[in-house]
């Protein structure tokens, strides 16, 4: 077990990049409500998360023992682009950015743009999608970064093996909210993983909707069947229950709250065993290691107090029962360099 992630890059200049940010009028960019509110949100903790993202940062720097000005960087699942703009903001030679939300691509261009610095390269997909852009541009970045991304893709080990068929020697970095070992944590995301599940008075649950789509593509089940399908295809994509049902091979899984959207296969913030997550990397030859995240001590009066008892705590032994987030580092093994 490790402590958090050291910080090695410069105060000042990551100081600097959250003035910058703040101190632009965001709103002038035409950036959607939606992902504009969620900027509005983020600027106050802004300097947090900037934290964050310069001990993974760093890591890579250290995995690779290459200067940042060298480096090749991927931001996986960036969402709103706060950590691609940091990285070429500190100087990365090339910073590649993937969502599949069309929308968050769309955003990171005109705060690119608002800003006169940004990503090299905006890619609207997956971990197909950038596999297939590095081949057709003959690109092998060194290491991919996923803030708070990991939790909800589909199949891990499709993932895996898209970013490793690229380079056997890319450096992974993760950090994850969905922790199992924060029980307080644990309790929280269970509670939305069943309100995704089941549904509420504004919008129907996951399992209404795998149950509408069986019915749709076998008219001739009976409800029975139907609420049997429906509960044991938890966890699927809609391609995925057509190929369960047809093959008459429920997907029983261990967690009973783990779900996703059968629409996408995004999952509610799922939580894993880290064993699971080194399990997954093993076939490419990748060790996986974890550290412990850390509270926002910058907050004023108690909170802030609070938050440094807490994270002294978690620097210690036995501190990951309160950790607020993990971070996966993922390193190629020997035989792979």
Not at 205 to 212: A, K, T, V, Y
């Amino acid at each position: 077990m490790a402590t958090p992630l050291s910080n090695p890059l410069s105060s000042e200049k990551l100081s600097q990049f959250v003035s910058t940010m703040r101190s632009t009028e965001i709103a002038s960019a035409g950036i959607n409500e939606y992902h504009l509110q969620y900027i509005r949100r983020m600027l106050p903790v802004l300097d947090y998360y900037v934290d964050i993202y310069a001990r993974c940062i760093g890591w890579i720097t250290k995995q690779t023992q290459k200067p940042l000005e060298q480096l090749t960087l991927v931001d996986y699942g960036g969402g709103e682009g706060f950590c691609s703009m940091l990285m070429k903001y500190i100087g990365a030679h090339q910073v590649i950015y993937v969502d599949m939300n069309p929308e968050a691509s769309d955003t990171i261009g005109r705060l690119s743009d608002l800003m006169g610095w940004g990503p090299d390269v905006v890619l609207t997909g997956d971990a197909r999608s950038l596999r297939e852009w590095c081949q057709r541009e003959s690109e092998v970045p060194d290491g991919v970064l996923g803030m708070d991304v990991i939790e909800h893709i589909y199949s891990l080990d499709e993932f895996f093996g898209e970013l490793t068929s690229i380079s056997p020697k890319i450096q992974m970095v993760f950090t994850t909210a969905s922790t199992p070992y924060n029980r307080r944590k644990v309790r929280e995301l269970h509670k939305v993983m069943l309100t995704d599940e089941l549904g509420d008075e504004h919008h129907e649950g996951f399992r209404e909707m795998r149950r509408q789509f069986i019915q749709k593509h076998n008219p001739q089940m009976g409800n029975e069947q139907l609420d049997y399908w429906a509960t044991n295809t938890r966890g699927l994509n809609y391609d995925d229950i057509l190929r369960a049902v047809d093959r008459n091979s429920p997907n029983l899984l261990r967690d009973k709250y783990n779900t996703c959207d059968p629409s996408t296969g995004s999952w509610t913030e799922r939580i894993l065993p880290v064993e699971d997550y080194r399990q997954l990397l093993l076939p490419y030859q990748y060790q996986l290691d974890e550290a412990l995240g850390f509270y926002n001590e910058r907050h004023n009066g108690l909170k802030g107090t609070l938050a440094r008892m807490a994270n002294r705590r978690i620097a210690r032994r036995g501190g990951r029962r309160i950790a607020p987030f993990l971070f996966l580092t993922a390193t190629p093994s020997e035989t792979n360099l």
